[in-house]
């Protein structure tokens, strides 16, 4: 063998060694099916509540109406998302069903604290102008109380009866008077 093939085959054998030292064998590491779902689904559970919590303030915004009449307090708003409540005849205590809606009213509050209501205690059309409107202010009353025992500021609430005189239904009947015997929420100020 000649000088110049013994060169090209020391050579040829230096840069494949080369080449296999320099390129060493990529280690692919995969990762658990069950790690990479639950990591994203820790992402997810962070942003769904977030996210949620937004629809619900946008969904609320939206469902803000201007009222026909003014209040006392300038313009008012009505939202079908804060809830009536309703009394039992000649009663002016909180029935556990209405508990429930009025912590959904609190949960709703919370998310939007600068905002004030007001409370209106109403009555069926039975009973004294006087006793109604009596009777009006304690379940409007009542009804704050309950509130602000589930963490609304007593600040952001006030009260007014209107006793008989703005009845939700104007039908004589039990059905009629059920509906009227009610604490109503409207919304003073954004």
Known sequence: MSRKSLFIAILIILCMSLVMIGCPKKTVVK??????????????????????EEEVKKEFQRSMVAKNEPGIQGEVFESNLLKDIHFDFDKYDIRPEDGAILRE???????????KIQVEGHCDE??????????GERRANKTKDYLVSLGISAIRISTISYGKEKPLDPGHNEEAWAKNRRAHTII???
């Open 31 to 52: 990762e658990e099916p069950s790690i990479k779902k639950e990591e994203e689904a820790k992402g997810t559970a962070k942003e769904e509540p977030a996210k949620k």
């Open 188 to 190: 003073t100020a954004k």
């Open 126 to 135: 039975r009973g004294t102008i006087e006793y109604n409107l009596a009777l």
């Open 105 to 115: 009213n609190a949960a709703l509050l919370k998310k939007f604290p600068s905002m």
